[in-house]
T-cell receptor
């Protein structure tokens, strides 16, 4: 399967600060990447679709001004949680679909804790 | 009605037994179906994919799909303690060129010694 990395793997920050999470596709180019969030004992919820060279597509209920997505190249997408609050504490996971209609390969995830 | 439904479990099976995990979905136009395994604190990893009705076998795993009943299942033969994890069912609705997956809440499997 595809190799996807995320950085950082874990971050603790103070309320009100911004946190940037990177997602890299290491062995193929990706015009699309997905960002998910998973709260404890819940399933993955799609937050947004990151599109290389254009604006991200956000799912209903996800604030685009709070969760800034930049897909700067075919191998890198970043998610910035702006003015993070304790309720943003979660497990953030990116995924990459190598081919339309095929599966997605997930990064190892980033655990965010906002104090 | 949830788009993808799974029994949350836990499903407890003894070592060596067959574990049967079930999933139903609501969108009839769904075309691709996946089973992911997620260990606690880790991201999901792909176990099986299935696209047409019937059975698909890969080692100890068998995925079964019945589109008429909107039902997909995963059988794990000779269950091992290392199979203890949460199993997520995912459905692809093929939204344009992006493969948007919808996940169930997962079934927690416990394989006991």
């Amino acid at each position: 399967g595809a190799v996807v990395s995320q950085h950082p793997s874990r971050v603790i920050c103070k309320s009100g600060t911004s946190v940037k999470i990177e997602c890299r596709s290491l062995d193929f180019q990706a015009t699309t990447m997905f960002w998910y969030r998973q709260f404890p004992k819940q399933s993955l919820m799609l937050m947004a679709t990151s599109n290389e060279g254009s604006k991200a597509t956000y799912e209903q209920g996800v604030e685009k001004d709070k969760f800034l997505i930049n897909h700067a190249s075919l191998t890198l997408s970043t998610l910035t949680v702006t003015s993070a609050h304790p309720e943003d504490s979660s497990f953030y996971i990116c995924s990459v679909p190598p081919l339309a209609g095929e599966t997605q390969y997930f990064g190892p995830g980033t655990r965010l804790l906002v104090l | 009605q949830k788009e993808v439904e799974q029994n949350s479990g836990p499903l407890s099976v003894p070592e060596g037994a067959i574990a049967s995990l079930n999933c139903t979905y609501s969108d009839r136009v769904s075309q691709s179906f996946f089973w992911y395994r997620q260990y606690s604190g880790k991201s999901p990893e792909l176990i099986m994919s299935i696209y047409s009705n019937g059975d698909k076998e890969d080692g100890r795993f068998t995925a079964q799909l019945n589109k008429a009943s909107q039902y997909v299942s995963l059988l794990i033969r000779d269950s091992q303690p290392s199979d203890s994890a949460t199993y997520l069912c995912a459905v692809n609705r093929r939204a344009g060129t992006a493969s948007k997956l919808t996940f169930g809440t997962g079934t927690r499997l416990q394989v006991t010694l």
